[in-house]
């Protein structure tokens, strides 16, 4: 591609994932993140501290870069917070998108984007949710993803190419501890560090969730911007859900203590979905991705990055 690639939101979970997996495929990438914070060096990023609600500082970023290609990995991820912070998961999710959208248009650039959107833009089901499903979003979270897409269908103009992927829940090292499974591998890794009672303190165990390692899932991202068709949505999913009580009971398999658990009724998120589960058939058949990396290899690696951090904390 003649341009770099931008990423945005470069710091945050899936976004750190994708420009290591660029990175080692010797992409030049321009990484933004938020005005705070210390960010990893790497060869071929280079980093910059873009706010994507100030429409002024996008249009002169974008000018300055001109990128051929654009993950735009930014927004606000949390379900649950979304119903107490639904201002700013608005604001962050689809007027940053608006602005980042409209500068690429208002630079006359060719560039291909990529929209990670999610599977909480469907209605609920009892079935594997096919790209067909009927679009009614149950959360503010959900809305604003739904509300991504369709900003991205109105910029999708043959020069702008938008594609999108609606990614199912992804784990794996990075992820924040307000989400389940890294939650519950951070109070393992304090169990065994002694710096907590052998006790790991839960919400809802029994829904059930598609879950894909984050690094399958970034690596959807990068075979649906390159060949995917834009405006035509595909799902990144096993076809598999899993009950959360199961991840947690695979994870304390795995602690080095006996551990016991403790159901807190706060911890339950409202108006949870009782399952997820997708059909990726249509990302698979056409493009030619496959999750790879087994469930049990991901809470390994999540348990392991937590081990870690509490190490290097107490150095």
Not at 121 to 140: C, D, F, I, M, Q
Not at 217 to 238: D, E, K, M, Q, W
């Amino acid at each position: 591609m003649p341009g770099p690639i931008l990423v945005t939101g470069a710091a945050g979970f899936a976004g750190s994932h994708l420009i290591e997996l660029l990175e080692r495929e010797a992409a030049t990438v321009v990484a933004w993140h938020r005005p705070a914070g210390r960010m990893p060096h790497l060869a071929r990023v280079r980093w910059q501290a873009v706010d994507l609600l100030d429409a002024a500082a996008v249009r002169q970023a974008i000018d300055e870069i001109r990128p051929a290609a654009v993950y735009h990995c930014a927004g606000a991820a949390h379900v649950g917070r979304s119903w107490n912070a639904t201002e700013s998961t608005f604001a962050v999710n689809v007027r940053g998108t608006h602005h980042l959208l409209q500068a690429l248009g208002q630079a006359s650039l060719t560039a291909r984007v990529m929209i990670p959107s999610s599977a909480m833009v469907y209605r609920p089901g009892s079935e594997a949710l096919t790209e067909e499903h009927p679009l009614v979003p149950t959360s503010p979270y959900g809305l604003s993803k739904l509300a991504q897409e369709m900003l991205g269908a109105r910029a999708s103009n043959g020069r702008v190419s938008v594609t999108i992927g609606r990614a199912f829940n992804h784990v794996g090292p990075g992820q924040d501890p307000s989400f389940a499974a890294a939650g519950f591998a951070r109070q393992i890794a304090e169990i065994e560090a002694g710096r907590r009672e052998p006790e790991v303190v839960v919400g809802n165990l029994d829904a059930r969730r598609d879950t894909t390692d984050v690094r399958d899932t970034v690596r959807a991202y990068r075979v649906i911007l390159n060949h995917g068709t834009p405006c035509r949505p595909y799902n990144i999913s096993t076809g598999r859900a899993i009950a959360i009580g199961e991840i947690l009971d695979m994870l304390c398999a795995r602690a080095k203590v006996a551990i016991r658990i403790r159901v807190d009724p706060d911890r339950f998120r409202r108006n949870d979905v009782a399952l997820i589960v997708g059909d990726s058939s249509r990302l698979q058949r056409e493009l030619g991705w496959a999750p790879a990396i087994p469930l049990s290899q991901t809470l390994d690696d999540l348990l392991e990055h937590w081990r870690g951090l509490i190490r290097e904390s107490r150095t």
